[in-house]
Protein backbone atom coordinates (compact mmCIF):
# COMPACT_ATOMS: atom_id res chain seq x y z
CA UNK A 1 0.00 0.00 0.00
CA UNK A 2 1.63 3.78 -1.00
CA UNK A 3 1.73 6.25 1.71
CA UNK A 4 -0.98 8.94 0.99
CA UNK A 5 0.52 12.48 0.84
CA UNK A 6 -0.83 15.49 0.68
CA UNK A 7 -0.78 18.06 -2.30
CA UNK A 8 -1.69 21.81 -1.77
CA UNK A 9 -1.29 24.58 -4.49
CA UNK A 10 -1.72 28.37 -3.55
CA UNK A 11 -1.99 31.05 -6.01
CA UNK A 12 -4.69 33.67 -4.53
CA UNK A 13 -2.15 36.75 -5.30
CA UNK A 14 1.05 36.86 -6.14
CA UNK A 15 3.19 34.03 -5.26
CA UNK A 16 2.64 30.89 -6.79
CA UNK A 17 2.99 27.65 -4.41
CA UNK A 18 3.10 24.42 -3.93
CA UNK A 19 3.79 22.07 -0.92
CA UNK A 20 3.56 18.26 0.10
CA UNK A 21 2.67 17.21 3.52
CA UNK A 22 3.03 14.34 5.50
CA UNK A 23 -0.13 14.76 7.08
CA UNK A 24 0.32 17.50 9.60
CA UNK A 25 4.21 17.82 8.47
CA UNK A 26 5.41 19.58 5.89
CA UNK A 27 7.83 17.75 3.41
CA UNK A 28 8.64 20.80 0.83
CA UNK A 29 7.10 24.01 -0.16
CA UNK A 30 8.00 25.80 -2.97
CA UNK A 31 7.21 29.30 -3.27
CA UNK A 32 8.04 31.90 -6.14
CA UNK A 33 7.19 35.27 -5.77
CA UNK A 34 6.05 37.66 -8.66
CA UNK A 35 6.69 41.19 -6.16
CA UNK A 36 9.73 41.89 -8.43
CA UNK A 37 8.09 41.64 -12.04
CA UNK A 38 5.09 43.26 -11.00
CA UNK A 39 7.20 46.11 -9.22
CA UNK A 40 8.07 47.01 -12.22
CA UNK A 41 4.20 48.22 -13.10
CA UNK A 42 3.97 49.99 -9.21
CA UNK A 43 1.59 47.23 -7.91
CA UNK A 44 -0.66 44.15 -8.34
CA UNK A 45 -1.81 43.84 -12.17
CA UNK A 46 -4.08 41.24 -11.75
CA UNK A 47 -4.32 40.07 -15.89
CA UNK A 48 -0.71 39.41 -15.06
CA UNK A 49 -0.53 37.88 -11.95
CA UNK A 50 -2.67 35.14 -13.24
CA UNK A 51 -0.20 35.27 -16.21
CA UNK A 52 3.13 35.09 -14.03
CA UNK A 53 1.24 31.73 -12.54
CA UNK A 54 0.33 30.24 -14.96
CA UNK A 55 3.98 30.32 -16.20
CA UNK A 56 5.87 29.24 -13.24
CA UNK A 57 2.91 26.44 -11.70
CA UNK A 58 4.45 23.61 -13.80
CA UNK A 59 7.89 24.00 -12.66
CA UNK A 60 7.02 24.54 -9.07
CA UNK A 61 5.13 21.35 -9.16
CA UNK A 62 8.11 19.59 -10.12
CA UNK A 63 10.40 21.16 -7.85
CA UNK A 64 8.34 20.37 -5.15
CA UNK A 65 8.29 16.47 -6.45
CA UNK A 66 12.13 16.92 -6.51
CA UNK A 67 12.70 18.09 -3.06
CA UNK A 68 10.35 15.70 -1.18
CA UNK A 69 11.45 12.54 -3.16
CA UNK A 70 7.70 11.39 -3.50
CA UNK A 71 6.01 9.64 -6.59
CA UNK A 72 3.54 11.50 -8.11
CA UNK A 73 1.32 8.31 -7.51
CA UNK A 74 1.86 8.55 -3.62
CA UNK A 75 -0.27 12.02 -3.66
CA UNK A 76 -3.50 10.94 -2.24
CA UNK A 77 -5.53 14.18 -1.65
CA UNK A 78 -5.22 17.84 -3.43
CA UNK A 79 -6.15 20.91 -1.98
CA UNK A 80 -5.65 24.29 -3.17
CA UNK A 81 -7.00 27.80 -2.35
CA UNK A 82 -10.16 29.00 -3.94
CA UNK A 83 -11.47 31.81 -1.75
CA UNK A 84 -10.49 34.78 -0.99
CA UNK A 85 -7.91 36.16 -3.49
CA UNK A 86 -7.73 37.76 -7.52
CA UNK A 87 -10.09 36.10 -9.50
CA UNK A 88 -7.75 35.22 -12.32
CA UNK A 89 -4.82 34.02 -10.14
CA UNK A 90 -7.35 31.74 -7.98
CA UNK A 91 -8.45 30.24 -11.47
CA UNK A 92 -5.17 29.12 -12.41
CA UNK A 93 -4.62 27.44 -9.20
CA UNK A 94 -8.34 25.51 -9.01
CA UNK A 95 -7.51 24.19 -12.80
CA UNK A 96 -3.95 23.15 -12.17
CA UNK A 97 -5.54 21.20 -8.87
CA UNK A 98 -8.36 19.54 -10.53
CA UNK A 99 -6.87 18.98 -13.92
CA UNK A 100 -3.84 17.06 -11.77
CA UNK A 101 -6.69 15.33 -9.55
CA UNK A 102 -8.35 13.93 -12.32
CA UNK A 103 -5.05 12.54 -13.76
CA UNK A 104 -3.98 10.94 -10.54
CA UNK A 105 -8.08 9.87 -10.17
CA UNK A 106 -8.23 11.83 -6.57
CA UNK A 107 -10.38 14.01 -5.57
CA UNK A 108 -9.42 18.10 -5.52
CA UNK A 109 -10.26 20.17 -2.56
CA UNK A 110 -11.15 23.44 -1.83
CA UNK A 111 -9.36 25.36 1.14
CA UNK A 112 -10.27 29.43 2.59
CA UNK A 113 -7.07 31.01 1.84
CA UNK A 114 -7.58 32.99 5.36
CA UNK A 115 -8.41 30.36 7.37
CA UNK A 116 -5.53 28.99 6.23
CA UNK A 117 -3.52 31.92 8.00
CA UNK A 118 -5.23 31.67 11.18
CA UNK A 119 -4.06 28.41 11.43
CA UNK A 120 -0.11 28.54 10.14
CA UNK A 121 1.34 29.34 13.63
CA UNK A 122 0.61 25.24 14.69
CA UNK A 123 2.01 24.06 10.90
CA UNK A 124 3.59 20.52 12.21
CA UNK A 125 1.81 20.41 15.32
CA UNK A 126 -0.83 17.55 15.37
CA UNK A 127 -2.77 18.70 18.00
CA UNK A 128 -4.35 22.00 18.70
CA UNK A 129 -5.84 23.58 21.71
CA UNK A 130 -9.39 25.04 21.64
CA UNK A 131 -11.05 27.32 21.71
CA UNK A 132 -8.58 30.61 20.75
CA UNK A 133 -9.12 34.15 19.20
CA UNK A 134 -7.50 35.11 15.89
CA UNK A 135 -6.36 38.28 15.02
CA UNK A 136 -5.48 38.79 11.13
CA UNK A 137 -3.63 42.26 10.62
CA UNK A 138 -2.29 42.83 6.98
CA UNK A 139 -2.06 45.30 4.28
CA UNK A 140 -5.71 43.64 2.96
CA UNK A 141 -6.92 42.32 6.37
CA UNK A 142 -8.06 43.70 9.50
CA UNK A 143 -10.45 40.74 11.63
CA UNK A 144 -10.62 38.80 14.66
CA UNK A 145 -11.63 35.40 14.63
CA UNK A 146 -13.33 33.30 17.15
CA UNK A 147 -11.94 29.48 16.50
CA UNK A 148 -13.68 26.16 18.12
CA UNK A 149 -12.17 24.24 15.55
CA UNK A 150 -10.93 23.61 11.92
CA UNK A 151 -13.92 24.38 10.57
CA UNK A 152 -16.05 26.43 13.65
CA UNK A 153 -14.79 30.08 12.82
CA UNK A 154 -16.37 32.61 13.62
CA UNK A 155 -15.26 36.36 12.35
CA UNK A 156 -16.28 38.57 15.24
CA UNK A 157 -14.89 41.56 13.39
CA UNK A 158 -13.53 43.28 10.57
CA UNK A 159 -12.64 46.49 8.85
CA UNK A 160 -15.66 48.53 7.22
CA UNK A 161 -12.84 49.95 4.79
CA UNK A 162 -9.61 49.97 4.93
CA UNK A 163 -7.09 47.48 6.26
CA UNK A 164 -4.88 48.65 9.01
CA UNK A 165 -1.97 47.75 7.11
CA UNK A 166 -2.98 49.60 4.02
CA UNK A 167 -3.66 52.70 6.76
CA UNK A 168 0.14 52.43 7.65
CA UNK A 169 1.07 52.58 4.02
CA UNK A 170 -1.05 55.66 2.93
CA UNK A 171 0.02 57.45 6.10
CA UNK A 172 4.05 56.30 5.87
CA UNK A 173 3.64 57.68 1.98
CA UNK A 174 2.15 61.07 2.40
CA UNK A 175 5.18 61.22 5.37
CA UNK A 176 7.54 60.76 2.62
CA UNK A 177 9.20 57.14 4.13
CA UNK A 178 8.38 54.74 1.11
CA UNK A 179 7.05 51.23 1.04
CA UNK A 180 5.90 49.09 2.86
CA UNK A 181 5.25 51.92 5.42
CA UNK A 182 4.66 49.76 8.73
CA UNK A 183 8.04 49.03 9.60
CA UNK A 184 9.22 52.73 8.59
CA UNK A 185 7.02 53.70 10.88
CA UNK A 186 7.83 51.28 13.36
CA UNK A 187 11.19 52.15 13.38
CA UNK A 188 10.68 55.97 14.00
CA UNK A 189 8.29 55.17 16.99
CA UNK A 190 8.73 57.41 20.02
CA UNK A 191 7.01 56.46 23.32
CA UNK A 192 7.60 60.35 24.11
CA UNK A 193 5.70 61.89 21.04
CA UNK A 194 2.68 60.83 20.85
CA UNK A 195 0.73 64.13 21.89
CA UNK A 196 -2.06 63.96 19.04
CA UNK A 197 -5.22 62.40 20.03
CA UNK A 198 -7.44 60.61 17.71
CA UNK A 199 -10.67 59.52 18.56
CA UNK A 200 -11.09 56.19 20.33
CA UNK A 201 -13.63 53.55 18.39
CA UNK A 202 -16.11 51.68 20.31
CA UNK A 203 -15.13 47.77 21.24
CA UNK A 204 -19.02 47.42 19.81
CA UNK A 205 -18.15 48.37 16.37
CA UNK A 206 -16.32 46.71 13.07
CA UNK A 207 -13.21 48.29 12.38
CA UNK A 208 -13.01 51.32 10.73
CA UNK A 209 -9.65 53.15 9.16
CA UNK A 210 -10.82 55.82 6.52
CA UNK A 211 -11.85 58.30 8.62
CA UNK A 212 -8.62 58.21 10.58
CA UNK A 213 -6.35 57.95 7.70
CA UNK A 214 -7.83 61.06 6.36
CA UNK A 215 -7.73 62.92 9.62
CA UNK A 216 -3.57 62.56 9.87
CA UNK A 217 -3.56 63.28 5.50
CA UNK A 218 -5.38 66.66 6.51
CA UNK A 219 -2.97 66.85 9.66
CA UNK A 220 -0.19 66.26 7.13
CA UNK A 221 -1.00 68.84 4.54
CA UNK A 222 -1.48 71.23 7.39
CA UNK A 223 2.08 70.86 8.45
CA UNK A 224 3.30 71.03 5.37
CA UNK A 225 1.81 74.22 4.26
CA UNK A 226 3.11 76.39 7.68
CA UNK A 227 6.38 74.53 7.79
CA UNK A 228 6.16 73.12 11.02
CA UNK A 229 5.90 69.09 9.47
CA UNK A 230 6.59 66.99 12.24
CA UNK A 231 7.10 63.75 10.93
CA UNK A 232 7.97 61.33 14.48
CA UNK A 233 5.01 63.05 16.43
CA UNK A 234 2.48 61.92 13.54
CA UNK A 235 3.67 58.66 12.61
CA UNK A 236 4.28 57.81 17.02
CA UNK A 237 0.57 59.20 17.62
CA UNK A 238 -0.69 57.17 14.60
CA UNK A 239 0.77 53.87 15.68
CA UNK A 240 0.09 54.29 19.22
CA UNK A 241 -3.54 54.84 18.37
CA UNK A 242 -3.70 51.86 15.75
CA UNK A 243 -2.35 49.14 17.98
CA UNK A 244 -4.30 50.59 20.95
CA UNK A 245 -7.23 50.25 19.01
CA UNK A 246 -6.42 46.47 18.26
CA UNK A 247 -5.36 45.76 22.03
CA UNK A 248 -8.87 47.53 23.18
CA UNK A 249 -10.85 44.83 21.03
CA UNK A 250 -9.10 42.00 21.42
CA UNK A 251 -9.14 42.65 25.64
CA UNK A 252 -13.04 42.80 25.11
CA UNK A 253 -13.17 39.36 23.38
CA UNK A 254 -10.87 38.04 25.51
CA UNK A 255 -13.20 38.59 28.26
CA UNK A 256 -16.56 38.24 26.49
CA UNK A 257 -15.02 34.90 25.37
CA UNK A 258 -12.86 34.40 28.51
CA UNK A 259 -10.08 32.97 26.39
CA UNK A 260 -6.23 33.57 26.88
CA UNK A 261 -4.77 32.22 23.76
CA UNK A 262 -3.92 34.23 20.74
CA UNK A 263 -2.84 33.21 17.60
CA UNK A 264 -1.72 36.21 15.25
CA UNK A 265 -0.79 36.74 11.35
CA UNK A 266 -0.01 39.33 9.46
CA UNK A 267 2.29 42.14 8.91
CA UNK A 268 0.89 43.98 11.37
CA UNK A 269 1.27 41.91 14.05
CA UNK A 270 5.31 42.71 13.82
CA UNK A 271 5.01 45.72 14.96
CA UNK A 272 7.26 46.17 18.26
CA UNK A 273 4.30 47.77 20.01
CA UNK A 274 1.75 45.31 19.07
CA UNK A 275 4.06 42.52 20.00
CA UNK A 276 4.96 43.87 23.34
CA UNK A 277 1.07 44.69 24.76
CA UNK A 278 0.19 41.25 23.15
CA UNK A 279 2.25 39.45 25.80
CA UNK A 280 0.77 41.42 28.05
CA UNK A 281 -2.71 41.50 27.54
CA UNK A 282 -2.49 37.17 26.54
CA UNK A 283 -1.49 34.17 28.78
CA UNK A 284 0.24 32.43 25.65
CA UNK A 285 0.15 34.09 22.08
CA UNK A 286 1.46 32.06 18.98
CA UNK A 287 3.07 33.36 15.73
CA UNK A 288 3.86 31.71 12.91
CA UNK A 289 7.56 31.01 11.82
CA UNK A 290 8.61 32.99 9.07
CA UNK A 291 8.79 31.43 6.28
CA UNK A 292 4.80 30.40 6.70
CA UNK A 293 3.99 34.12 7.42
CA UNK A 294 3.19 35.13 4.06
CA UNK A 295 1.42 33.20 1.52
CA UNK A 296 2.43 29.77 0.70
CA UNK A 297 0.62 26.25 0.01
CA UNK A 298 1.76 24.67 3.51
CA UNK A 299 -0.68 26.19 5.28
CA UNK A 300 -2.96 25.51 3.27
CA UNK A 301 -2.10 21.32 3.08
CA UNK A 302 -1.91 21.88 6.99
CA UNK A 303 -5.85 23.53 7.10
CA UNK A 304 -6.76 20.66 4.89
CA UNK A 305 -5.37 17.90 7.34
CA UNK A 306 -6.68 19.84 10.36
CA UNK A 307 -10.82 19.77 8.65
CA UNK A 308 -10.42 16.45 8.52
CA UNK A 309 -12.35 16.23 5.41
CA UNK A 310 -10.79 13.11 4.34
CA UNK A 311 -10.55 9.61 5.85
CA UNK A 312 -7.41 7.84 5.49
O1 LIG B 1 0.57 40.17 5.74
P1 LIG B 1 1.41 41.05 4.89
O2 LIG B 1 2.88 40.74 4.80
O3 LIG B 1 0.90 41.03 3.39
C1 LIG B 1 -0.17 41.61 2.78
O4 LIG B 1 -1.17 42.02 3.39
O5 LIG B 1 -0.02 41.67 1.54
O6 LIG B 1 1.20 42.55 5.43
C2 LIG B 1 1.83 43.64 4.85
C3 LIG B 1 1.40 44.87 5.65
C4 LIG B 1 1.87 46.17 5.01
O7 LIG B 1 0.77 47.05 4.97
C5 LIG B 1 2.95 46.64 5.98
O8 LIG B 1 3.09 48.05 6.04
C6 LIG B 1 2.45 46.09 7.31
O9 LIG B 1 1.92 44.82 6.98
N1 LIG B 1 3.56 45.93 8.28
C7 LIG B 1 3.60 46.59 9.46
C8 LIG B 1 4.83 46.22 10.08
N2 LIG B 1 5.47 45.33 9.24
C9 LIG B 1 4.67 45.17 8.15
N3 LIG B 1 2.74 47.44 10.04
C10 LIG B 1 3.08 47.96 11.25
N4 LIG B 1 4.25 47.67 11.88
C11 LIG B 1 5.14 46.81 11.34
N5 LIG B 1 6.31 46.53 11.99
Not at 238 to 251: Q, R, S
Not at 257 to 265: E, R
Not at 295 to 302: P, T, V
Amino acid sequence: MLKKYILAIETSCDDTSIAILDDYTVISCVTKDSTKELNHYGGIVPEIASRKHEEYIIDIYKQCLYESKINPKEIGYICYTNEPGLPGSLHVGEIFAKSLAYFLDIEAYPINHIHAHIFSAFINTKDIDYPFLSLIASGKTTSIFLIEGPTKILELIKTNDDAIGETFDKIAKKLGLGYPGGPKIDSLFDKTKTSLMFPKQSVLDNFSFSGIKSHVLRIIDQQIKSNTLDVVTIASSFMNWAINTLIEKLNYFKTKYDINNICIGGGVASNSLFKSEIKKTFKSSFVPLKEFSCDNAAMIGYLFYQTNLFKK
